[in-house]
Protein backbone atom coordinates (compact mmCIF):
# COMPACT_ATOMS: atom_id res chain seq x y z
CA UNK A 1 0.00 0.00 0.00
CA UNK A 2 1.27 3.32 -0.98
CA UNK A 3 0.50 6.09 1.60
CA UNK A 4 1.83 9.48 1.35
CA UNK A 5 0.68 12.11 3.99
CA UNK A 6 -3.12 11.67 3.37
CA UNK A 7 -2.18 12.59 -0.38
CA UNK A 8 -3.30 10.65 -3.60
CA UNK A 9 -0.20 8.47 -4.12
CA UNK A 10 1.02 8.53 -7.56
CA UNK A 11 -0.03 4.87 -8.18
CA UNK A 12 -2.50 4.42 -5.92
CA UNK A 13 -4.83 6.92 -4.43
CA UNK A 14 -4.27 5.96 -0.45
CA UNK A 15 -7.40 4.99 1.06
CA UNK A 16 -9.16 7.75 2.50
CA UNK A 17 -12.24 8.95 4.24
CA UNK A 18 -15.72 9.48 3.58
CA UNK A 19 -18.12 7.34 1.99
CA UNK A 20 -18.86 7.30 -1.39
CA UNK A 21 -20.20 4.49 -4.37
CA UNK A 22 -19.04 4.16 -7.50
CA UNK A 23 -21.44 2.94 -10.65
CA UNK A 24 -19.61 0.35 -13.12
CA UNK A 25 -21.16 -1.67 -15.54
CA UNK A 26 -19.75 -4.92 -16.31
CA UNK A 27 -20.59 -7.40 -19.04
CA UNK A 28 -21.75 -9.83 -15.68
CA UNK A 29 -21.12 -11.29 -13.18
CA UNK A 30 -20.34 -14.87 -11.97
CA UNK A 31 -20.47 -16.03 -8.22
CA UNK A 32 -19.48 -18.73 -6.61
CA UNK A 33 -18.14 -21.03 -3.77
CA UNK A 34 -15.25 -23.00 -4.24
CA UNK A 35 -13.25 -25.50 -2.37
CA UNK A 36 -9.96 -24.61 -0.79
CA UNK A 37 -6.71 -26.61 -2.23
CA UNK A 38 -6.86 -30.27 0.12
CA UNK A 39 -9.88 -28.75 1.91
CA UNK A 40 -13.76 -29.23 1.66
CA UNK A 41 -15.75 -26.32 1.94
CA UNK A 42 -17.90 -25.82 4.93
CA UNK A 43 -21.42 -25.40 3.74
CA UNK A 44 -24.70 -23.36 5.08
CA UNK A 45 -24.22 -20.48 7.55
CA UNK A 46 -20.71 -19.74 7.35
CA UNK A 47 -20.45 -20.37 3.70
CA UNK A 48 -23.15 -18.00 3.00
CA UNK A 49 -22.04 -15.17 5.14
CA UNK A 50 -18.62 -15.17 3.60
CA UNK A 51 -20.31 -15.08 -0.07
CA UNK A 52 -22.30 -12.41 0.93
CA UNK A 53 -19.68 -10.22 2.07
CA UNK A 54 -17.44 -11.21 -0.93
CA UNK A 55 -20.52 -10.13 -2.94
CA UNK A 56 -21.07 -6.86 -1.30
CA UNK A 57 -16.82 -6.01 -1.74
CA UNK A 58 -18.09 -6.58 -5.49
CA UNK A 59 -21.50 -4.67 -5.61
CA UNK A 60 -18.94 -1.60 -4.88
CA UNK A 61 -17.59 -1.64 -8.61
CA UNK A 62 -14.56 -4.01 -7.47
CA UNK A 63 -14.33 -5.93 -10.76
CA UNK A 64 -13.11 -8.93 -9.30
CA UNK A 65 -12.96 -10.47 -5.54
CA UNK A 66 -11.38 -13.62 -3.95
CA UNK A 67 -11.15 -13.99 -0.11
CA UNK A 68 -9.97 -17.19 2.04
CA UNK A 69 -10.87 -17.19 5.62
CA UNK A 70 -9.22 -20.15 8.19
CA UNK A 71 -11.39 -21.13 10.83
CA UNK A 72 -10.07 -22.02 14.52
CA UNK A 73 -10.95 -25.62 13.78
CA UNK A 74 -9.28 -25.46 10.32
CA UNK A 75 -11.26 -25.40 8.35
CA UNK A 76 -11.32 -22.93 4.76
CA UNK A 77 -13.18 -21.34 2.99
CA UNK A 78 -13.07 -19.76 -0.33
CA UNK A 79 -15.56 -17.33 -2.11
CA UNK A 80 -15.20 -15.91 -5.21
CA UNK A 81 -17.51 -12.86 -6.74
CA UNK A 82 -17.32 -10.49 -10.33
CA UNK A 83 -15.38 -11.52 -13.43
CA UNK A 84 -11.93 -11.89 -13.78
CA UNK A 85 -11.55 -10.46 -17.25
CA UNK A 86 -14.09 -8.00 -18.16
CA UNK A 87 -13.63 -8.80 -22.15
CA UNK A 88 -14.28 -12.07 -21.80
CA UNK A 89 -16.78 -12.43 -18.57
CA UNK A 90 -14.76 -15.63 -16.97
CA UNK A 91 -14.96 -16.12 -13.40
CA UNK A 92 -12.17 -15.10 -10.48
CA UNK A 93 -9.86 -17.81 -9.82
CA UNK A 94 -10.47 -18.91 -6.39
CA UNK A 95 -6.88 -19.59 -6.14
CA UNK A 96 -5.44 -16.63 -8.89
CA UNK A 97 -2.37 -15.00 -8.10
CA UNK A 98 -1.95 -11.11 -8.00
CA UNK A 99 1.35 -8.54 -7.12
CA UNK A 100 0.81 -8.19 -2.92
CA UNK A 101 2.96 -5.00 -2.82
CA UNK A 102 3.10 -3.61 0.88
CA UNK A 103 2.05 -6.97 2.08
CA UNK A 104 5.42 -7.68 1.40
CA UNK A 105 6.45 -5.64 4.50
CA UNK A 106 5.64 -8.20 7.32
CA UNK A 107 7.84 -10.90 5.60
CA UNK A 108 10.83 -8.80 5.26
CA UNK A 109 10.17 -7.56 8.82
CA UNK A 110 9.90 -11.29 9.99
CA UNK A 111 13.69 -11.67 7.77
CA UNK A 112 15.49 -9.24 9.62
CA UNK A 113 13.88 -10.11 12.91
CA UNK A 114 14.96 -13.73 12.15
CA UNK A 115 19.00 -12.24 11.62
CA UNK A 116 18.48 -10.23 15.00
CA UNK A 117 17.49 -13.62 17.09
CA UNK A 118 20.82 -14.98 14.68
CA UNK A 119 22.96 -11.99 16.61
CA UNK A 120 24.07 -11.16 13.40
CA UNK A 121 21.67 -7.26 13.36
CA UNK A 122 20.36 -5.07 16.14
CA UNK A 123 17.40 -3.18 15.78
CA UNK A 124 19.36 -0.20 17.07
CA UNK A 125 21.91 -0.68 14.52
CA UNK A 126 22.20 2.53 12.26
CA UNK A 127 21.53 2.72 8.45
CA UNK A 128 24.71 4.08 8.43
CA UNK A 129 26.29 1.10 10.04
CA UNK A 130 25.16 -0.79 7.04
CA UNK A 131 24.86 1.47 4.26
CA UNK A 132 27.43 4.01 4.94
CA UNK A 133 26.69 6.89 2.65
CA UNK A 134 23.54 6.35 1.26
CA UNK A 135 21.17 8.14 3.24
CA UNK A 136 23.00 11.84 3.24
CA UNK A 137 21.57 15.06 2.05
CA UNK A 138 19.27 17.68 2.40
CA UNK A 139 19.30 16.87 6.33
CA UNK A 140 18.53 13.23 5.60
CA UNK A 141 21.47 11.45 7.81
CA UNK A 142 21.75 7.50 8.46
CA UNK A 143 23.53 7.78 11.61
CA UNK A 144 20.17 8.66 13.60
CA UNK A 145 18.25 6.19 11.61
CA UNK A 146 18.12 2.89 13.30
CA UNK A 147 16.55 -0.53 11.77
CA UNK A 148 13.81 0.12 14.07
CA UNK A 149 12.83 3.46 12.68
CA UNK A 150 12.66 2.02 9.48
CA UNK A 151 10.34 -0.95 10.30
CA UNK A 152 8.26 1.07 12.32
CA UNK A 153 7.63 4.00 9.80
CA UNK A 154 9.25 6.95 12.09
CA UNK A 155 12.43 7.46 10.12
CA UNK A 156 11.17 10.46 8.83
CA UNK A 157 12.57 9.50 5.24
CA UNK A 158 10.05 11.32 2.39
CA UNK A 159 8.81 9.23 0.05
CA UNK A 160 8.97 10.33 -3.94
CA UNK A 161 8.08 7.17 -6.14
CA UNK A 162 7.36 7.87 -9.68
CA UNK A 163 4.60 6.78 -11.07
CA UNK A 164 1.31 7.41 -12.86
CA UNK A 165 -2.09 9.13 -12.47
CA UNK A 166 -3.49 8.94 -15.94
CA UNK A 167 -4.29 6.37 -18.46
CA UNK A 168 -1.74 8.23 -20.10
CA UNK A 169 0.75 8.27 -17.74
CA UNK A 170 0.17 4.45 -17.36
CA UNK A 171 0.79 3.69 -20.88
CA UNK A 172 3.86 5.68 -21.43
CA UNK A 173 5.74 4.40 -18.01
CA UNK A 174 4.25 0.75 -17.57
CA UNK A 175 7.45 -0.25 -18.65
CA UNK A 176 9.87 2.19 -16.83
CA UNK A 177 12.85 -0.31 -14.53
CA UNK A 178 13.69 1.77 -11.27
CA UNK A 179 16.69 0.37 -9.31
CA UNK A 180 16.82 0.44 -5.10
CA UNK A 181 19.91 3.25 -5.40
CA UNK A 182 17.93 5.36 -7.81
CA UNK A 183 14.15 5.24 -5.10
CA UNK A 184 16.43 6.07 -2.41
CA UNK A 185 18.24 8.80 -4.14
CA UNK A 186 15.05 10.59 -5.36
CA UNK A 187 14.02 10.70 -1.49
CA UNK A 188 17.14 12.08 -0.51
CA UNK A 189 16.28 15.46 -2.88
CA UNK A 190 13.66 16.11 0.24
CA UNK A 191 14.18 17.21 3.73
CA UNK A 192 12.78 14.85 5.85
CA UNK A 193 9.71 14.90 7.03
CA UNK A 194 10.65 14.61 10.59
CA UNK A 195 13.40 13.93 12.85
CA UNK A 196 13.81 9.74 13.72
CA UNK A 197 11.16 9.10 16.08
CA UNK A 198 9.49 12.63 16.78
CA UNK A 199 6.91 11.24 13.88
CA UNK A 200 4.97 8.89 12.43
CA UNK A 201 4.94 8.52 8.03
CA UNK A 202 4.51 5.58 5.84
CA UNK A 203 7.51 5.31 4.26
CA UNK A 204 7.98 2.93 1.13
CA UNK A 205 11.84 4.27 0.76
CA UNK A 206 12.61 3.04 4.39
CA UNK A 207 11.37 -0.68 3.36
CA UNK A 208 13.60 -0.26 0.23
CA UNK A 209 16.52 0.36 2.68
CA UNK A 210 15.49 -2.62 4.99
CA UNK A 211 16.32 -4.89 1.55
CA UNK A 212 19.74 -3.37 1.01
CA UNK A 213 20.33 -3.79 5.23
CA UNK A 214 19.31 -7.88 4.26
CA UNK A 215 21.67 -7.92 1.64
CA UNK A 216 24.73 -6.47 3.14
CA UNK A 217 24.22 -8.18 6.61
CA UNK A 218 23.94 -11.79 4.47
CA UNK A 219 25.55 -11.10 2.13
CA UNK A 220 22.81 -12.83 -0.34
CA UNK A 221 20.18 -11.28 -1.91
CA UNK A 222 16.67 -10.82 -0.19
CA UNK A 223 15.08 -12.89 -2.97
CA UNK A 224 17.10 -15.61 -1.61
CA UNK A 225 16.78 -15.05 2.13
CA UNK A 226 12.77 -14.87 1.96
CA UNK A 227 13.01 -18.03 -0.10
CA UNK A 228 15.02 -20.10 2.37
CA UNK A 229 13.52 -18.80 5.57
CA UNK A 230 9.85 -18.49 4.55
CA UNK A 231 8.97 -19.50 1.33
CA UNK A 232 10.34 -22.78 1.36
CA UNK A 233 9.72 -23.86 4.99
CA UNK A 234 6.10 -22.88 4.66
CA UNK A 235 5.78 -24.39 1.11
CA UNK A 236 4.34 -21.11 -0.42
CA UNK A 237 4.54 -22.53 -3.69
CA UNK A 238 2.49 -19.51 -5.78
CA UNK A 239 4.94 -16.77 -4.25
CA UNK A 240 7.51 -15.64 -6.67
CA UNK A 241 9.34 -12.05 -7.46
CA UNK A 242 8.16 -11.04 -11.05
CA UNK A 243 11.66 -8.67 -11.75
CA UNK A 244 11.17 -7.04 -14.19
CA UNK A 245 8.79 -8.71 -16.44
CA UNK A 246 5.66 -7.24 -16.86
CA UNK A 247 3.56 -10.15 -16.73
CA UNK A 248 1.96 -12.31 -13.89
CA UNK A 249 1.98 -16.12 -14.13
CA UNK A 250 -1.55 -17.84 -14.56
CA UNK A 251 -4.05 -18.04 -13.04
CA UNK A 252 -4.91 -14.54 -12.29
CA UNK A 253 -7.45 -12.03 -12.69
CA UNK A 254 -7.06 -9.01 -14.68
CA UNK A 255 -6.20 -5.79 -12.54
CA UNK A 256 -8.26 -2.71 -13.07
CA UNK A 257 -7.70 0.78 -12.20
CA UNK A 258 -10.28 3.59 -11.65
CA UNK A 259 -8.99 6.97 -12.75
CA UNK A 260 -10.30 9.85 -11.26
CA UNK A 261 -11.15 10.65 -14.71
CA UNK A 262 -13.41 7.73 -14.49
CA UNK A 263 -12.10 5.46 -16.66
CA UNK A 264 -11.50 1.69 -16.02
CA UNK A 265 -8.19 0.70 -17.33
CA UNK A 266 -6.93 -2.80 -17.30
CA UNK A 267 -3.04 -1.88 -15.87
CA UNK A 268 -2.45 -5.75 -15.57
CA UNK A 269 0.65 -5.69 -17.64
CA UNK A 270 3.43 -3.37 -15.95
CA UNK A 271 6.59 -3.19 -14.29
CA UNK A 272 6.01 -1.97 -10.79
CA UNK A 273 8.52 0.23 -9.28
CA UNK A 274 9.19 -1.50 -6.46
CA UNK A 275 12.08 -3.75 -7.44
CA UNK A 276 11.84 -6.29 -4.89
CA UNK A 277 7.68 -6.51 -5.56
CA UNK A 278 6.07 -10.12 -4.89
CA UNK A 279 3.23 -12.01 -6.29
CA UNK A 280 1.40 -14.48 -3.95
CA UNK A 281 -1.99 -15.96 -3.35
CA UNK A 282 -4.72 -15.52 -0.95
CA UNK A 283 -3.55 -19.42 0.40
CA UNK A 284 -0.05 -18.30 0.52
CA UNK A 285 -0.45 -15.54 2.49
CA UNK A 286 -3.10 -17.06 4.52
CA UNK A 287 -0.16 -19.68 5.54
CA UNK A 288 2.68 -16.84 6.26
CA UNK A 289 0.57 -14.76 8.70
CA UNK A 290 -0.91 -17.82 10.64
CA UNK A 291 2.71 -19.30 10.83
CA UNK A 292 3.95 -15.75 11.89
CA UNK A 293 1.04 -15.17 14.57
CA UNK A 294 1.34 -18.72 15.53
CA UNK A 295 4.87 -18.43 16.71
CA UNK A 296 6.52 -20.43 14.11
CA UNK A 297 8.89 -17.88 12.44
CA UNK A 298 10.09 -16.08 15.40
CA UNK A 299 11.05 -16.89 18.67
CA UNK A 300 8.95 -15.08 21.58
CA UNK A 301 11.00 -12.12 22.26
CA UNK A 302 11.46 -11.43 18.60
CA UNK A 303 7.61 -11.56 18.06
CA UNK A 304 6.81 -9.52 21.09
CA UNK A 305 9.15 -6.82 19.05
CA UNK A 306 7.43 -6.83 15.79
CA UNK A 307 3.70 -6.67 18.19
CA UNK A 308 5.41 -3.44 19.88
CA UNK A 309 3.27 -0.95 18.39
CA UNK A 310 3.40 2.93 17.91
CA UNK A 311 0.43 5.36 16.70
CA UNK A 312 -0.18 6.00 13.24
CA UNK A 313 -0.55 9.55 12.02
CA UNK A 314 -4.32 11.06 11.40
CA UNK A 315 -4.69 10.53 7.99
CA UNK A 316 -3.71 6.81 8.28
CA UNK A 317 -6.02 6.41 11.28
CA UNK A 318 -8.99 7.62 8.78
CA UNK A 319 -7.90 4.39 6.86
CA UNK A 320 -7.31 1.95 9.56
CA UNK A 321 -9.87 2.98 12.28
CA UNK A 322 -7.60 2.58 16.15
CA UNK A 323 -4.67 0.61 13.86
CA UNK A 324 -1.51 1.02 15.75
CA UNK A 325 2.14 0.12 13.87
CA UNK A 326 4.58 -2.25 14.76
CA UNK A 327 7.49 -3.56 12.73
CA UNK A 328 6.03 -4.32 9.45
CA UNK A 329 2.66 -4.98 10.79
CA UNK A 330 -0.99 -3.34 11.97
CA UNK A 331 -2.85 -4.32 14.70
CA UNK A 332 -6.95 -3.49 14.54
CA UNK A 333 -9.25 -3.35 17.16
CA UNK A 334 -11.73 -6.29 17.04
CA UNK A 335 -15.88 -5.37 17.04
CA UNK A 336 -16.08 -8.63 19.40
CA UNK A 337 -13.29 -7.64 21.36
CA UNK A 338 -9.47 -8.10 21.14
CA UNK A 339 -7.31 -7.58 18.10
CA UNK A 340 -6.30 -8.93 15.16
CA UNK A 341 -3.19 -8.27 13.00
CA UNK A 342 -1.76 -8.34 9.02
CA UNK A 343 -0.71 -5.55 6.18
CA UNK A 344 -2.39 -4.36 3.39
CA UNK A 345 -1.11 -4.00 -0.08
CA UNK A 346 -1.91 -2.19 -3.02
CA UNK A 347 -0.40 -1.11 -6.08
CA UNK A 348 -1.08 -2.23 -10.04
CA UNK A 349 -4.78 -2.42 -9.99
CA UNK A 350 -4.54 -5.24 -6.92
CA UNK A 351 -5.72 -4.34 -3.36
CA UNK A 352 -5.01 -7.04 -0.50
CA UNK A 353 -6.53 -6.84 3.00
CA UNK A 354 -5.38 -9.39 6.04
CA UNK A 355 -6.19 -10.21 9.08
CA UNK A 356 -5.08 -12.86 12.06
CA UNK A 357 -5.93 -13.06 15.16
CA UNK A 358 -3.33 -12.70 17.93
CA UNK A 359 -2.94 -16.37 18.44
CA UNK A 360 -2.63 -17.43 14.62
CA UNK A 361 -5.74 -19.45 14.84
CA UNK A 362 -8.04 -18.17 12.47
CA UNK A 363 -7.11 -15.39 9.46
CA UNK A 364 -8.55 -13.96 6.69
CA UNK A 365 -7.26 -12.87 3.48
CA UNK A 366 -9.12 -10.74 0.34
CA UNK A 367 -7.63 -9.95 -3.02
CA UNK A 368 -9.39 -6.76 -5.14
CA UNK A 369 -8.58 -7.10 -8.69
CA UNK A 370 -9.69 -3.30 -8.81
CA UNK A 371 -8.75 -0.29 -7.43
CA UNK A 372 -11.52 2.26 -6.96
CA UNK A 373 -8.68 5.35 -7.49
CA UNK A 374 -11.21 7.78 -8.92
CA UNK A 375 -11.70 9.19 -5.38
CA UNK A 376 -10.84 8.94 -1.36
CA UNK A 377 -14.29 8.01 -0.78
CA UNK A 378 -14.62 5.20 -3.45
CA UNK A 379 -11.50 3.68 -1.76
CA UNK A 380 -12.36 4.39 1.58
CA UNK A 381 -15.78 1.92 1.08
CA UNK A 382 -13.44 -0.83 -0.67
CA UNK A 383 -11.48 -0.71 2.45
CA UNK A 384 -14.69 -0.82 4.55
CA UNK A 385 -16.24 -3.29 2.46
CA UNK A 386 -12.95 -5.55 2.71
CA UNK A 387 -12.82 -4.28 6.53
CA UNK A 388 -16.14 -6.13 7.31
CA UNK A 389 -15.39 -9.28 5.62
CA UNK A 390 -12.15 -9.59 7.75
CA UNK A 391 -14.07 -8.98 10.75
CA UNK A 392 -16.52 -11.36 10.09
CA UNK A 393 -14.20 -13.82 9.71
CA UNK A 394 -12.11 -13.25 12.78
CA UNK A 395 -15.00 -13.11 14.71
CA UNK A 396 -16.37 -16.08 14.13
CA UNK A 397 -19.80 -15.08 12.45
CA UNK A 398 -18.19 -16.87 9.44
Given at each position: ??????????????????????????????????????????????????????????????????????????????????????????????????RIASTRKAIEATVVLQLVEENRLSLDDTVERW???????????????????????????????????????????????????????????????????????????????????????????????????????????????????????????????????????????????????????????????????????LRPAQLADMKRTVEVSEDINAIWPGGLYGLGL?????????????????????????????????????????????????????????????????????
Amino acid sequence: MRLNSGKLSRRRVALGAAAGLVALTFTFTVTGLYPAEGSVTGSGHAGARLQRDTDAIHALGVTGVQARVTTSDGRHLVATSGVADRATGRPVPPNGRFRIASTRKAIEATVVLQLVEENRLSLDDTVERWLPGVVRGNDNDGRRITVRHLLQNTSGIHDDLPGYTTPEEYLQQRYDVYTREQLVARAMKHPPDFEPEEGWAYSNTGFVLVGMIIERVTGRSLQQEVTDRIVGPLGLRHTTWPGTSPFLPQPHAQAYQLFETGELVDVTEQVLVDPDSMVSSTRDLDRFFRALLGGRLLRPAQLADMKRTVEVSEDINAIWPGGLYGLGLVSRPLPCGGVYWGHDGGDGGYITVTGVTDDGRRSAVVSMSASLGDSLDSLLRQQRGADTLIQNALCGRV
